[in-house]
Structure formats: C-alpha cells, structure tokens
C-alpha cells in the first residue's frame, strides 16, 4: 500500500514562495513517477506537474510554467513543490499523486494513481 503524505501549505501573500514536501511510504519515489494537482474552490481537480522515476522528464501545467518547480529525492522517498511568484488564483488543495507512470499520473484518472490527502495553499492578494 502506497501512502503519500503532504506538508508545507499555508497562507501566504501574492508573490511570495512556499514549498510543499509529499513524504512517501519506503521505495515509493524509486518506484512510481510522482506528481501534484491541485484543486480550487468550486472546480475540478488539475493536473500541475509531474517528473519520472529517473527525475529527467517532466510534465508541467502551462500556467505554472517557470513559476513551480517538481524535483525529487529518492534516497529520502520525497517529492517537493516549489511555488514562486504565487497569485490567488493559485489558491487551492495540493495532491501529491503517484503512479506507474509518467502519462498515468498526468491523466490522474486512474485506479493505478495513489494520493495524498491534500494540503491547503491560500494566496491573499
């Protein structure tokens, strides 16, 4: 059983960082390509970025681009966020997912797609 627990939310202003830890049971970052959504108030959950096990492809939502930043560390069984300039719109729950594969985990879709149980993350304007 695959367990991902996040950390690290909070309020904070517009343009201000914050990083987001998702600690995973043993040998889960080594074994499944990892990745965050986040879901707004009102909308459906969306996929935000997502790396591979060998930490050399990503998958990125257009309007994060150059402001969030996916990486992992193996060793640690940890995946982390890093949110730059944030805006209230991006204001939201954030989901650690973890899954098979890169493509898997980007659909989210899917009966092979573990999550964590989602951390808030409040930008005031």
């Known amino acids: 059983q695959v367990q991902l627990v996040e950390s690290g939310g909070g309020l904070v202003q517009a343009g201000d960082s914050l990083m987001l830890s998702c600690a995973a049971s043993r040998r889960t970052c080594s074994s499944y390509a990892m990745g965050w959504f986040r879901q707004a108030p009102g909308k459906e959950r969306e996929f935000v970025v997502a790396i591979n096990r060998s930490r050399g492809t990503t998958f990125t939502l257009d309007s994060v681009k150059g402001r969030f930043t996916i990486s992992r560390d193996n060793a640690k069984d940890t995946v982390y966020l890093q949110l730059n300039s944030l805006k209230p719109e991006d204001t939201a729950v954030y989901y650690c997912?973890?899954?098979?594969?890169?493509?898997?985990?980007?659909?989210?879709?899917?009966?092979?797609?573990?999550w964590g149980q989602g951390h808030q993350v409040t930008v005031s304007s």
């Open positions: 997912a973890a899954g098979p594969t890169l493509g898997t985990v980007q659909r989210g879709a899917s009966v092979e797609v573990y």
